[in-house]
């Protein structure tokens, strides 16, 4: 049975993006086809609120600061900026787009744990959690790393996120080390707060069974739930976070703060919108229904944590959670060390691609739980033998032939067995939408598409113009209203590819938006004035195809050098002019330390004659500072000074990798030369 379109409102979430890196090809896995929905419902007419954010208190936010010696809010500021300012470049439309650190998540949090505690629902209990002597500190999820005890997969303290993705608890990781310097730990005891997860066994097993949304959610789920849980620590030994009401010392888990965001962020909308209580149908125990799209990798919080978190605490429950697919980059797992990952802005958007392509290939891919296999080359199949092959030519070949020999809409009356297609096409994609299956929607446009290709073809408009203009005339009126169907049924998945055919055909393109479904069996009007056909897809040509793929490949190659300790990859031929601007001087090595909390970076203090600069290098894995101390090596000093480990680098020295033993870097040293000689 249907459930959209709804009588009831509807409030769609996505998970929050940490705060601590640019946009990636893989956050859109989640974030378009939620954008999607939420255009298909208003399609649908029906009330819908979409929310978002960026998650501030995660981990990642903490170790990108360290590693960029600047503070957690200086991160999560640049990047919730950057956010802010790339989901409108892709059409994605939030109605709020807050922080988890902002007033309102403070104050939303600590009402609802403080109304768990009120219940009953957390206590106090001792905890042994790892200390690393190395870094002074105790380490909390991601600042650890060991062995599953599930499945024994070496997994990150809070998730086995290389093996069977279970949530771990703290102290749960066997063979514990230090994430960031690879010590090992030792156990140390503290008093933690737990919430009772355990006694809401029964409740969760009931509420998943009847949970909307899509299979691989529930069933995951479910299958954690039957095997029993265990309650689960909401404090860490973190400085940065929300503090826990009752200890100051200790800082509330992030996955307690992060999905309250969704409540908050409703709540500023609200304010935004000038009804302070307007969060509430959605939030408080009614007809509201709560949809959350969110990454397979996080269906343990959305479907076990945060619902009872919610029942605990007297909030209305999710109606349905949508899990994604991962998303893979050239067959190979989404990794940015590797260097397989699209950075949205630099490798996409900068480059003058079109949002709609990506947007396009994020629904047709493949289906909502299956993972989704991205490259160029299958974006560029997409775009050619799809959206340009099929719908872009039935719609310029339309357009372009009536404004050619009638200049407007021409009279006719709408084929019977058009008009049948049209409300099929209707049907499908409400059905799909209520399976929340995009790739059918997008199936089905792509269908009527041929459909239409097939009618202009088999009439021959071209040569009935000849014999029969008003023969020709219903014809082209038939292509004219199958083409303003294609642009109501196209606009929630490429926007502005709709309005383009909106204003083409004479009509005001942004009121493509607002226009439901039932719009497209409304019949063009006879007489109206047709904009100047243009085409509404280009071809992504094989220039751009070899610079785009080529963009993956020396990312790659990078990486790969980078893990094998290399600083340089060898891409193409060195001008002599290019040499020449390469400064290289002999420097002595007056000191050389380890750069706290890394695994390979050494400071080094050295002297130039005229001055004395501090150099990163990553050798601290194939040397101790005390074999370096006094060396005089090479060092190229005109390199662009650079951040490394949070230390300012001006320089770099000069190594060279040893034959017969890869991966063994030996510094160019040159002895019995006065510090500062330049090499030539």
Known sequence: MNKYPSKDPVLVTCGLPYASG???????????????????????????????????HGTPVVTTAEKLGVTPKEVYEKYHKHYLETFPRLGIGFDTNSTTNDPENRHRTRQLVSTLQENGHIYAKDLESPFCDQCGRSLPDRFVRGKCP????????????????????????LNPRCAICDSPTRPVTREHYYFKLSAFEDFLKDFLTNMDGTKNARNYALGWVKEGLRDWCITRDLNWGFKFPGDENLTLYVWVDAPIGYMSGTEIWSKKIGKPKEWEKYWKPGNGRLVHYIGQDIVYHHCIFWPAMLKGSGYNLPDAVVASGMLKIEGHNFSRGRGYVVWIKEDYLDKGLDPDYLRYFMVSGTSQTKDLDFSWQSLADKVNNELVATFGNFIYRGLHFTKKHFGEVPKGELDPNLRKEIEKTIETIISATNEYELKKVSDAILRLASVGNEYFQANAPWKLVKADKDKAGVVLYNAIALTKALAVFIEPIMPTVAERIWSQLGLEGS???????????????VGAKLGKPIPVISKIDDKVLADLKESISKRVKAAE?????????EEELVSFDDFKRMDIRAGKILEATKVPKTKKLLKLEVDFGSEVRVIITGLADQYKPEDLKGLTALFLTNLEPKKIGGIESKGMILAVEKADEPGRWIPVTIEGVPPGSKAA
């Open 511 to 525: 009121k493509v938006h607002e226009v439901p479904l039932e719009e497209a069996l409304k019949l063009p009007k």
């Open 561 to 569: 050098a980078a893990e094998r300790g290399e600083t340089e990859v």
């Open 22 to 56: 640019e946009m990636h090809i893989g956050h859109l896995r989640t974030y378009v086809p939620a954008d999607v929905f939420v255009r298909l419902l208003k399609k649908m007419q029906t009330e819908v609120v979409f929310i978002c954010g960026s998650d501030t």
């Open 150 to 173: 599930h499945c024994g997969a070496d997994a990150r303290g809070d998730e086995c996120d290389q093996g069977c993705g279970r949530y771990l608890e703290p102290g749960e990781i």
